[in-house]
């Protein structure tokens, strides 16, 4: 009698998640520090065109062009003309809104054509749930809006920065917090005794939404205290065809209002992940699955290093080997982040 064959468990061809945090687009108001309780609505921040007689500051390819040339090139003006977005004469302070959805289903795919894959994925971020919950990942997701690492460079170089958390709740605030964002470090995720208890409500809130508890979506609102007439910095947009654009720096803009792309605060909120070789140097980088930071063109969880998420993934799944505490947090917060994940080279 022929005996059957064990199935061995594969990845899906077609394996996608969603992302659980889930921000709008961010936009720009100014307002005075002083008033920043009572001035409302506060004046929107547009971004204008502004042309601008600069200098040839590039590092040339001298070797591909004729010397004579070359002088005569870094000898005229660099004409330009540029986005720009800035606070009133009358406004000092910046301040930037959003808000945020915290998603229940972690680990539930939006697609995949593999039922027994699926199956033992479902179980496996059960097991991790059950036995950690999502404290962890949720107090370093609330540590990232109450210290207003969202802002980015606007965080940079500012007096002052306060962070207001709304939770809504049938459009109405049910729960605030408040933070000092300057209090809060960015190199690591010790918030300061004075301001754990807060921050620690916060993070239950966000847990309790990833684990599908109840509904949560919060409202942001950060004040950067920067100076009157100060630039503010919205994100840049990526103009591929840079034949068919005339500027050489274009800024986001929703509505006519300077903002900031939802998917770079999404890179700030999960900017959680301590758990790779080289942390001391660097501090927290984004959750990516190679680990990557393009700014430093470096990746930080490589294949051959078996840190990504893709071999910790199959490991723990197909292998059943199961990663470092840390590492599941980094898997978890990688699902979280959502992505198409599928086997590769198939369908």
């Given at each position: ?259 900031i792309h939802s998917q770079k605060l999404g890179n700030a909120l ?15 980088i984004a959750v990516e699955p190679y680990g990557s930071v393009t ?53």
């Amino acid at each position: 009698m022929a005996t059957s064959k064990a199935s061995v468990l594969k990845t899906a061809s077609v394996l996608a998640f969603e992302r659980k945090l889930d921000p709008s687009d961010a936009q720009f108001f100014a307002c005075n520090w002083d008033d920043r309780d009572t001035q409302s609505p506060a004046a929107p921040v547009p971004v204008r065109e502004k042309s601008v007689r600069g200098t040839i500051s590039n590092r040339l390819k001298a070797n591909q062009q004729d010397p004579t040339k070359l002088d005569a090139a870094i000898e005229n003006p660099n004409l330009q003309t540029v986005d720009v977005a800035t606070l009133p004469p009358d406004a000092d302070t910046l301040k930037v809104v959003f808000t945020l959805r915290v998603l229940g289903g972690t680990g539930s795919p939006s697609a995949c054509n593999n039922a027994e894959y699926q199956a033992k994925l479902l179980h496996t971020v059960k097991g991790y749930a059950d036995r950690f919950g999502f404290g962890e990942l949720a107090r370093r997701y609330a540590q990232n809006l109450a210290s207003g690492r969202f802002l980015w460079r606007n965080r940079m170089g500012a007096e002052q920065v306060e962070v207001r958390i709304e939770h809504l709740v049938k459009g109405a605030a049910s729960r605030t917090w408040t933070f000092d964002g300057l209090q809060l470090s960015l190199r690591d995720f010790a918030a300061p005794i004075s301001v754990a208890p807060e921050l620690d409500t916060l993070a239950e809130l966000i847990a309790n939404g990833l684990s599908g508890g109840s509904h949560v979506l919060l409202r942001i609102s950060a004040f950067a205290r920067l100076g009157a007439s100060q630039e503010v910095y919205p994100s840049q947009e990526l103009i591929l065809d840079k034949g068919a654009s005339k500027k050489s720096k274009t800024l986001y803009d929703v509505g006519g209002v300077a903002g900031i792309h939802s998917q770079k605060l999404g890179n700030a909120l999960r900017t959680i992940d301590t758990w790779y070789s080289g942390d001391a140097e660097l501090g927290p980088i984004a959750v990516e699955p190679y680990g990557s930071v393009t700014t430093l063109g470096r990746a930080f969880r490589k294949p051959a290093d078996k840190t990504d998420f893709y071999n910790l993934l199959d490991g723990w799944l197909l292998k059943d080997v199961e990663p470092q505490r840390e590492q599941q947090h980094f898997v978890i917060a990688t699902l979280i982040r959502g992505g198409v994940f599928g086997d590769a080279g198939k369908e």
